[in-house]
């Protein structure tokens, strides 16, 4: 992965590569993530691990940036 800056927020992003070969933004910083399972009303933490959110999640000026999708 390779890490540069957001040209809108200025944040640290790295950029990791699609399974279809397309290039995403990723926040530098990792998060915690915790995977829940709803047990009939309690949910129940399945699975937690540390990972990066999508940039897109996060920027602020995001849907600036996007592309129509047609």
Known sequence: MTESRCKSCGAAI??????????????????R????MDLGGTLKIEEAHEG?????????????????QK
Not at 33 to 36: D, P
């Open 52 to 68: 990066h959110l999508s940039h897109w999640a996060t920027c602020p000026t995001a849907d600036e940036h996007r592309k129509d």
């Open 14 to 31: 790295l950029w990791a590569v699609t399974p279809k070969g397309k290039n995403t933004p990723l926040d530098a910083k990792k998060v």
């Open 33 to 36: 993530v915790a995977q829940l």
